[in-house]
């Protein structure tokens, strides 16, 4: 079951309560495990099974109340809700309504003081770096550009010519900043979740690596 599939009120199913509640159905029903399918960023028709990176993840996974609990956003964040369906996914509306709390998330740790979180991402953009920076900066390029296909850009960044792409970099540094933190924090709740499914006894499996 892929977890887009679980319910909640945030227009798609995420590594928060409900993710929790079924491991805690899994267990109670005797199964060990649970096949998550692909867990990448979707491109187009937003299948599983196309997606743009074979290590990022699709940061509309990322459960807001987590967040919260975190202390990246508040509950009156989450007080405001655009009336989801409780059945049905609702790609078009959750994408735009998650990416502004992410967005809010970003900054509110861009000026909390230095802590555990801090150190968390800082060593995870390290031990990620050999794939983390060139997807932040594909991301970053792909939102400056309205999304359009990578072939459409400007040759010499298309072509990944260096200097473009060093430009690139310094231009769009703060946007490459925020890409890796989403990343961050994808990875830092579907890690959370695999362990809480360790503890009791159901493996959670999908075509993802763990790099945390």
């Given at each position: 079951?892929?977890v887009?599939s679980?319910p909640g009120?945030?227009g ?5 309560d409900?993710?929790r509640?079924?491991v805690?159905f899994?267990f109670a029903g ?10 990448g960023?979707t491109g187009y ?6 997606g743009f990176?074979a290590?990022?993840?699709?940061i509309l996974?990322i459960?807001?109340?987590c ?9 009156k964040d989450?007080?405001?809700?655009p009336?989801?369906?409780d059945r049905?996914v609702?790609y ?9 709390l992410l ?6 740790f ?7 979180l801090?150190s968390?991402?800082?060593?995870f953009c390290e031990?990620c770096?050999f794939?983390?920076?060139d ?5 970053a ?9 990578w072939?459409?850009w ?15 970099r310094?231009?769009l540094?703060e946007e490459?900043e ?11 709740q579907w ?6 499914g360790?503890a ?5 499996v999908?075509d ?5």
């Amino acid at each position: 079951m892929h977890v887009t599939s679980l319910p909640g009120p945030f227009g798609i199913g995420d590594f928060g309560d409900q993710a929790r509640a079924f491991v805690d159905f899994l267990f109670a029903g005797g199964q060990s495990l649970w096949q998550v399918l692909p867990l990448g960023p979707t491109g187009y028709g937003n299948s599983p099974y196309q997606g743009f990176s074979a290590f990022a993840g699709n940061i509309l996974l990322i459960s807001p109340r987590c967040l919260a609990a975190d202390g990246l956003l508040t509950p009156k964040d989450l007080e405001s809700l655009p009336g989801f369906s409780d059945r049905l996914v609702d790609y078009g509306a959750a994408q735009p309504f998650k990416g502004a709390l992410l967005d809010k998330a970003f900054g509110n740790f861009t000026r909390r003081a230095k802590g555990e979180l801090h150190s968390a991402f800082a060593q995870f953009c390290e031990h990620c770096s050999f794939w983390l920076d060139d997807y932040a900066l594909f991301s970053a390029l792909k939102e400056a550009h309205g999304r359009i296909q990578w072939i459409e850009w400007d040759r010499e960044l298309a072509d990944y010519q260096a200097a473009a792409i060093a430009t690139a970099r310094g231009k769009l540094r703060e946007e490459i900043e925020r890409q890796k933190f989403h990343q961050f924090l994808f990875f830092r709740q579907w890690q959370a979740l695999r362990e809480y499914g360790h503890a009791r006894g159901v493996r959670l499996v999908g075509d993802l690596p763990i790099w945390v």
